[in-house]
């Protein structure tokens, strides 16, 4: 797993949608499950989302904790 895209995570916002504005690492679960389930957005954002949601999915969001500043 790369640090530099665990990083990004907590520094990342959502560009568009219902929220708007909140880093990526803070997005609700369901959320990022809708997305899993529909399909990722295309580009560095998809891939940013899929990886978040692996993260919680897999009850892992406890390592990005070190990570925020």
Known sequence: MDVH???RLVTTQMPYGKYKGHLIADL???YLNWFAREGFPPGDIGRLLA???EIDHNGLS???APLRK
Do not use: A, F
Request: hydrophobic residues 40%; glycine residues 8%; proline residues 8%.
């Open 51 to 53: 990886l978040m949601h």
């Open 28 to 30: 609700p679960g369901n």
């Open 62 to 64: 406890s390592l990005l």
């Open 5 to 7: 895209q665990l990083q």
